[in-house]
């Protein structure tokens, strides 16, 4: 290129250039230290083998030629974007169309994982995807230039760095200046409300996620970092040793529609550098489509308020109960396992409403005061949500343990609208307690009672283990009772002793080894009035054991 004498050479060079400074890079030479900001014109040199100086004369000739307004648009564009509040930002023509973007990190002066790496292009080239690179830098000395563009990398990853923060679309931002140190044991703390109401992606050699409050009413907002390509390299003393265990082979993807909707998810690498995104698995450098997965962990339920679009989505289940056509995700990426969580809410006759008179005349002006009506509905859902193949899990959670403490209560003996099913399960209860059988469950017994034939029960305290020649990950753990009696919660359980796939916060988590889903019912339920960080998402485990998070809404639970 640096010989390019035809038109032609120097229009594509003029465009090449453009798209750097589109994606960030400056136009000039002298940049301010610390700034987060690299030369478009170091980034072509490096990407192109060239010296920087014969890099200023291609840009000569372009200008001579009458290119040079091709990057001053672009040029222009860049300082509009500048001088605009960050939450205001317009999206350039690069990010209004559809687009994946997938998003790692990279330490300086380490070598990559070469398998993984090669992995990750040949995922990148098969979904026409851009990818990003934040670098972080790691024992350097007191006076020593800790910014990441000063970090000497490895050259196959050079094109690909990223170092600045990019709005990737209007509610989705790269924070690829971040540099946070590798043995941060929390690498989201104080970003949770960076870019206002945006999601934000970290750079960073461990996976977390957090979901953030926000008003009722507003879209989720997600902080999430990205895990690493580059391999292990730590001091050996405390905190080093500590990082290195929870060093994560992996990246994030973001699908983005040309309207500015996006899905993102993180994705973990196996030690070999194989990894599986949904139902595809890159080993090898091949990509191979429609693989299975080991397991879906489904947001909470509470059917009687079960969202229309997460039925849909979920289990191709309409409004009356009926199965639509058209696959879902559980169709898609067929599970061996599909655990549920708060199967129903109760809120018939939950302790927490029950003496609330107004309420209690609502649901009975409503017919919605039959305890014996919501635990139909629930079988009908587990029968309708079933699939061959593929085992259905209940896990007790404490929604079912109200409908156990109603009937320890005396309150039902005299209900009119549920006294004589009261009566009946205490009964049954009763007979099971006389016989010495105490693994009767009274809930467990009243949904196969109403027709749910095909699921599997455990009982709050039992294990239910996964991918046990893998890794297991504990999957009996509803989330709401934690070590000791103490409350639970993604922080207590992530400090137990086996990995752990849980729900009950409805506030889509990764803490370490604890991952936690969403929920798939209506986020704004009547005693929800403040800020929250609930939000509609599922826990996708792999045959391998690794996990991802799955988000989804009205459109959809991934881009196309």
């Not at 890099?55 to 307004?69: M, Q, T």
């Not at 196959?156 to 200046?177: C, D, F, K, S």
């Not at 489904?298 to 969202?307: A, N, Q, R, T």
């Amino acid at each position: 290129m640096a010989k390019a004498r035809t038109r032609q050479e120097l229009r594509q060079f003029a465009e090449d250039f453009a798209a750097l400074i589109a994606d960030g890079h400056t136009f000039g030479q002298k940049i301010a230290p610390n700034s987060g900001k690299v030369s478009a014109r170091s980034v072509y040199a490096r990407k192109h083998k060239l010296s920087k100086e014969s890099v200023s004369n291609l840009i000569g000739r372009s200008r001579a030629e009458g290119f040079a307004g091709i990057w001053e648009k672009a040029l222009k564009q860049q300082i509009r974007n500048e001088r605009t509040p960050l939450r205001f930002k317009p999206v350039n023509a690069e990010a209004a169309r559809r687009r994946v973007v997938i998003m790692t990190s990279a330490q300086d002066e380490t070598p990559l994982h070469e398998p993984f790496w090669q992995n990750l292009k040949a995922y990148a080239r098969h979904r026409r995807a851009e990818l990003y690179l934040g670098g972080f830098t790691y024992q350097k000395g007191l006076f020593e230039d800790h910014s990441v563009q000063t970090g000497k990398y490895v050259p196959e990853i050079m094109e690909h760095l990223r170092p600045v923060e990019t709005r990737l679309a209007p509610r989705l931002i790269w924070a690829g200046q971040a540099n946070i140190l590798p043995t941060s044991s929390r690498p989201l703390a104080g970003w949770q409300s960076h870019g206002g109401g945006s999601w934000v992606v970290l750079p960073h050699a461990k996976i977390a996620l957090e979901s953030v409050s926000r008003m009722p009413g507003q879209p989720p907002k997600v902080a999430v970092s990205t895990g690493v390509c580059t391999l292990p390299n730590y001091v050996k003393r405390n905190a080093g040793m500590k990082a290195e265990w929870h060093h994560t082979f992996g990246f994030a993807i973001a699908e983005i529609e040309a309207d500015g909707e996006f899905w993102v998810r993180t994705v973990s690498a196996e030690e070999s550098g194989a990894f599986q995104d949904l139902d595809i698995r890159v080993a090898d450098g091949k990509v191979t489509e429609g693989c299975h997965v080991e397991a879906i962990t489904w947001g909470d339920i509470h059917v009687e308020s079960l969202d229309a679009d997460m039925a849909r989505l979920s289990w191709a289940i309409g409004p009356d109960g009926a199965k639509l056509r058209g696959s879902s995700m559980v169709d898609v990426l067929e599970p061996r396992y599909q655990f549920f969580h708060d199967l129903i809410n109760f809120s018939a006759r939950s302790h927490h409403t029950i003496h609330d008179p107004v309420y209690m005349t609502e649901t009975h002006a409503q017919k919605q005061d039959r305890v014996a009506d919501e635990l139909a509905a629930a079988a009908g859902f587990l029968n309708a949500s079933w699939r061959a193949g593929c085992d259905s899990v209940v896990v007790d959670s404490n929604h079912n343990q109200h409908f156990c403490r109603w009937l320890r209560s005396s309150e039902g003996r005299t209900d009119p609208a549920n006294a004589d099913f009261w009566h009946q399960v205490n009964a049954r209860w009763h007979q099971a307690a006389r016989a010495g059988d105490i693994e009767f469950s009274p809930f467990a017994w009243a949904l196969a009672e109403a027709g749910a034939n095909k699921f599997v029960f455990v009982r709050a305290g039992d294990s239910f283990t996964i991918c046990d020649d893998a890794a297991a990950i504990e999957c009996g753990l509803h989330g709401h009772a934690g070590p000791n009696g103490s409350r639970g919660s993604a922080r207590s359980l992530a400090r137990i002793a086996p990995r752990v796939n849980a729900g009950h916060t409805h506030s889509p988590a990764i803490d370490e080894g604890c991952y936690i889903a969403g929920a798939n019912c209506d986020l704004r339920p009547r005693f929800v009035n403040g800020p929250s960080s609930w939000a509609h998402a599922d826990i996708v485990t792999m045959p391998s054991g690794k996990r991802q998070i799955v988000f989804k809404n009205s459109k959809g639970w991934r881009g196309r």
